[in-house]
């Protein structure tokens, strides 16, 4: 090829086309006419919803991670929140028992106390209201000990009784505290009285048959009592006034090697549940003395000049 006819030019490094500024000006122009009819025609809302409805999938991905952090979270602190809420109606609940048990309490010693009144009303002696604190230590001995004592006027031998009816006696008395001896202690005695028939007798307190029984000894084989009659206070022991429910009869039984019957009965009175009682002056105590005769009046009664 001869030399004269080679292109002496460089060939160019990048493809020449339209100018930079005027690139810029086409495309302004393009965004400001196409923003000119989305605002007034809605031209790319089709192309929009294609587009959203091609990313959707990819969005959901992307947002899992993020949705499952948030929903861990929440989940935890919503299980300690009801963890919280749990332990505070845990805490209620107990309270509410707790209160409900007083319910009940308060409104047994109510009915008791309602019904002693209306013991203290019957009774015609004068009687002091005292609770029951503890029972005596002593395993063999049926004793309680009373808030009341010497203080409060207690007397040594005066009746206790509850509600229903007679208790015990009292057989110490300290200056605050006074000590009962319950009826069915081995080393107590009562005289009683049969409602039904009018029979008199003594009733101790049982250790050879049931525990918390009394039995009536030296009664005659031959004595009208059976099960069910109810023993009251004769009221010659110048202690206990009369008319006053003691017990109600177990059982009779007749012997034949025996003059006397074996008769046993339940007190009436509640010897391991009584909280609050009522201690009475002794019978003695209430016989007002008789008055001595006045002398200088005696010979005026006779007729005689003084």
Do not use: C
């Given at each position: 090829?001869?030399?004269?006819?080679?292109?002496?030019?460089?060939?160019?490094?990048?493809?020449?086309?339209?100018?930079?500024?005027?690139?810029?000006?086409?495309f302004?122009?393009?965004?400001?006419?196409?923003?000119?009819?989305?605002?007034?025609?809605?031209?790319?809302?089709?192309?929009?919803?294609?587009?959203a409805t091609?990313?959707?999938?990819?969005?959901?991905?992307?947002?899992?991670?993020?949705?499952?952090?948030?929903?861990?979270?929440?989940?935890?602190?919503?299980?300690?929140?009801?963890?919280?809420?749990?332990?505070?109606?845990?805490?209620?609940?107990?309270?509410?028992?707790?209160?409900?048990?007083?319910?009940?309490?308060?409104?047994?010693?109510?009915?008791?106390?309602?019904?002693?009144?209306?013991?203290?009303?019957?009774?015609?002696?004068?009687?002091?209201?005292?609770?029951?604190l503890y029972?005596?230590?002593?395993?063999?001995?049926?004793?309680?000990?009373?808030?009341?004592?010497?203080?409060?006027?207690?007397?040594?031998?005066?009746p206790?009784?509850?509600?229903?009816?007679?208790?015990?006696q009292?057989?110490?008395?300290y200056?605050?505290?006074?000590?009962?001896?319950?009826?069915?202690?081995?080393?107590?005695?009562?005289?009683?009285?049969n409602?039904?028939?009018?029979?008199?007798?003594?009733?101790?307190?049982?250790?050879?048959?049931l525990?918390g029984?009394?039995?009536?000894?030296?009664?005659?084989?031959?004595?009208?009592?059976?099960?069910?009659?109810?023993?009251?206070?004769?009221?010659?022991?110048?202690?206990?006034?009369?008319?006053l429910?003691?017990?109600?009869?177990?059982?009779?039984?007749?012997r034949?090697?025996?003059?006397?019957?074996?008769?046993?009965?339940?007190?009436?009175?509640?010897?391991?549940?009584?909280?609050?009682?009522?201690v009475?002056?002794?019978?003695?105590?209430?016989?007002?003395?008789?008055?001595?005769?006045?002398?200088?009046?005696?010979?005026?009664?006779?007729?005689?000049?003084?």
């Amino acid at each position: 090829m001869p030399l004269g006819t080679l292109d002496g030019t460089p060939p160019p490094f990048f493809r020449q086309g339209p100018s930079a500024l005027s690139k810029l000006v086409f495309f302004s122009t393009l965004a400001l006419l196409l923003m000119v009819a989305d605002a007034r025609f809605h031209v790319t809302q089709p192309l929009r919803a294609v587009i959203a409805t091609a990313l959707y999938p990819a969005q959901w991905l992307v947002l899992r991670p993020v949705v499952w952090a948030q929903g861990g979270s929440q989940y935890f602190v919503a299980l300690n929140r009801s963890q919280a809420k749990e332990a505070e109606a845990q805490y209620q609940l107990g309270l509410q028992s707790q209160r409900a048990q007083q319910v009940e309490q308060l409104t047994l010693e109510n009915t008791r106390l309602r019904a002693l009144l209306e013991m203290r009303a019957r009774v015609n002696a004068p009687a002091l209201a005292a609770q029951v604190l503890y029972d005596a230590a002593d395993p063999y001995t049926r004793k309680v000990i009373l808030d009341k004592g010497s203080l409060d006027a207690v007397l040594a031998g005066a009746p206790v009784l509850d509600e229903v009816g007679v208790l015990g006696q009292v057989t110490r008395v300290y200056p605050s505290v006074s000590e009962v001896t319950l009826i069915t202690d081995p080393n107590q005695a009562i005289p009683v009285l049969n409602a039904r028939t009018g029979v008199r007798g003594l009733a101790f307190g049982n250790t050879a048959l049931l525990r918390g029984t009394l039995e009536l000894r030296y009664m005659d084989a031959n004595v009208d009592m059976a099960a069910g009659d109810l023993l009251t206070t004769s009221g010659v022991d110048g202690i206990y006034p009369p008319g006053l429910q003691v017990a109600r009869v177990l059982k009779m039984e007749r012997r034949a090697d025996s003059a006397f019957a074996r008769i046993s009965a339940e007190p009436v009175a509640r010897l391991d549940g009584s909280l609050h009682v009522l201690v009475l002056q002794p019978l003695a105590q209430q016989i007002l003395t008789r008055p001595e005769p006045d002398k200088a009046a005696a010979p005026i009664a006779r007729g005689i000049k003084p």
